[in-house]
């Protein structure tokens, strides 16, 4: 690990903000999951340069768009079904179990924050979960085996849920689908009574959640950046940090 002694110094005041975090609120994007192999689906080369996004609309209306949304689900199985919790995950983690966490809210939707020991009750999925299925009419839960097994038996076609005969989708928000309401609910709860606010890996380009390290700065909160690249809300943060994340708690976070 290479880091200028800007970064090292950014380090150092990282170490004693998360030292005196007392109910800090984690927010994390794709950036903290990418060196578990996950790469960033909106940058250069990522997934939706290669692949446009399936809208919730055509999902409901087209088999053929319903067909297509699992073989790349199966796809992406193939390529990072294997990631493991990285750097950045353990960090957020062990920060939770010491106390300092109130909890994290994610944009991911990989699962590698449950993977890390962080309990379902302390973590809060704005778009949703890709490591399981529920049919979108009754909402009854489906393992990602037992639909890939009746998708490749059937000719890579979807299947529909068994109870209802509703359409099975993973456990995501797509665009296009409302938000739920309950889960902007608890994130904005948990925004609102936080002592210091660490946005990680995401651009804080997406709306409504951008929102909320505004809303943490307006309600006092200390507001930490830890992205590669700038974002629109730097010049407002206390601390901000363009360097791998990984790199980074591990250095603020190591005795």
């Known amino acids: 690990m290479t880091m200028d002694d800007d970064i090292k110094a ?6 004693d903000i998360l030292a005196g975090m007392r109910r800090g609120v984690a927010f994390t994007g794709a950036g903290i999951s990418t060196e578990c192999g996950i790469p960033d689906f909106r940058s250069p080369g990522g997934l939706w340069t290669r692949n446009r996004p399936i809208d ?17 689900r199966f796809a992406m199985e193939v390529a990072f079904g294997g990631a493991t919790p990285g750097r950045g995950h353990r960090a957020l983690a062990r920060l939770l179990e010491e106390g300092r966490l109130a909890g994290i809210v994610t944009q991911n939707i990989d699962g590698l924050h449950q993977a890390s020991g962080v309990p379902g009750d302390r973590l809060v999925e704005l778009h949703g979960n890709s490591t399981y299925a529920t049919c979108l009419d009754c909402g009854e839960r489906y393992e990602l085996g037992w639909v890939r ?19 099975i989708k993973t456990a995501t928000i797509s665009f296009g ?6 889960v902007m609910t608890r994130a904005g709860e948990l925004t609102a009574a936080c002592d210091v606010f660490l946005a990680i890996g995401s651009s804080l380009v997406v709306w409504p959640a951008a929102g909320f390290p505004v809303q943490a700065k307006r309600n006092g909160a200390r507001l930490v950046i830890i992205n590669r690249e700038p974002t629109e809300f730097d010049d407002m943060a206390d601390l901000v940090i363009h360097a791998d994340i990984g790199d980074v ?7």
Do not use: H, I, K, Y
């Open 10 to 15: 950014a380090c150092v005041d990282l170490t």
């Open 56 to 72: 919730f609309e055509a999902f409901l209306t087209s088999r053929e768009m319903r067909n297509e949304a699992w073989r790349r």
């Open 249 to 255: 708690f591990e250095a603020a976070t190591t005795p």
């Open 149 to 167: 097994e009746r998708f490749e038996a059937r000719a890579q076609t979807a299947p529909d849920c068994l109870d209802c005969g509703g359409p």
């Open 177 to 182: 689908q409302p938000m739920p309401g309950e």
